[in-house]
């Protein structure tokens, strides 16, 4: 059993709240059986550990059917270069017995929703999460955020928002989930934003939000664990407790289907045709 703390305000003062986390759930408590992962990254990252060839190893053993591996894009520092990517039309998509989604976690350079490889690079990937970064954009205000966040949603090769909970980066929720719902965007619930030594500020509260509004609008999610190690491929244990928490409907995360999420990505595609 894990413990971890998460901070809270009330009443003007800081308090610390125990949360209680089983590192594995009974099989009647898991509200859906995942078939896929839509966010890990390999060493090609720069400061992940595995190879895509470990990374589905594991997959396969978990009972992963679908694995996307999105390398952060060539303006994070330290990682690969646009010519990487441009590469990946021609690597296999089956490793292990695993599916392979080869795609990219682009970096959101300014409120105008640019992101850090061209359409073309873009179009030949099988999945894209647009995300801001600390080392690609400095945090602006919440109006400025939100604008970024929506602006990347027009670009009709962005699949998924990534960790769209980071507090150093206030957003407008409401904004973000209609448009999500407008433009057919998944909106990640992120494994790694979760964990008691995650940078990202404020994650728990933010998401919960976002996943009340998920729930009023209708909008379905992702669950990506941001691996950048074979362990923690398909690991969502802190995502189930605040799905559970909040009773989120299983018929809103994608992870359950790997044919549905397929089908969920080609229809985004279709929209750039």
Not at 199 to 212: F, G, P, Q, V, Y
Request: hydrophobic share 35%; charged share 30%; proline share 4%.
């Amino acid at each position: 059993m894990r413990i971890y703390l998460t901070e809270c305000k009330k009443s003007a003062k800081v308090l610390f709240v125990a949360r209680f986390i089983k590192d594995r759930f009974r099989k009647e408590e898991t509200i859906v059986n995942f078939e896929l992962d839509t966010h890990t990254h390999t060493l090609a990252s720069g400061h992940a550990r595995n190879t895509i060839r470990e990374m589905a190893a594991t997959a396969a053993e978990r009972g992963i059917r679908l694995l996307g591996i999105t390398e952060h894009g060539p303006k994070s520092p330290g990682v690969c270069k646009e010519y990487y990517f441009n590469s990946l039309k021609m690597a296999g998509r089956n490793v292990c017995g695993v599916e392979l989604l080869l795609g990219a976690e682009l970096n959101i350079l300014d409120a105008s929703g640019r992101v850090d490889l061209p359409e073309q690079t873009l179009r030949e990937l099988d999945l894209n999460i647009a995300s801001l970064h600390t080392p690609c954009i400095a945090p602006g205000s919440r109006q400025e955020n939100t604008q970024a966040y929506l602006c990347a949603m027009q670009n009709p090769y962005v699949d998924i928002i990534g960790h769209p909970d980071d507090g150093r980066y206030p957003v407008d929720y409401e904004a973000i989930v209609q448009a999500a719902k407008d433009c057919g965007v998944l909106l990640e619930l992120n494994e790694s934003s979760l964990r008691p030594d995650s940078s990202r500020k404020d994650a728990w509260d933010n998401d919960k939000e976002m996943l009340k509004l998920c729930i009023r609008y209708q909008v379905p999610i992702a669950i990506g664990s941001d691996a950048h190690c074979r362990d923690d491929v398909g690991n969502n244990s802190y995502a189930l407790v605040l799905l559970r928490e909040l009773r989120f409907p299983e018929t809103l995360v994608l992870n359950g289907s790997a044919e549905r999420f397929k089908e969920h990505l080609r229809a985004r595609r279709s929209r750039a045709e």
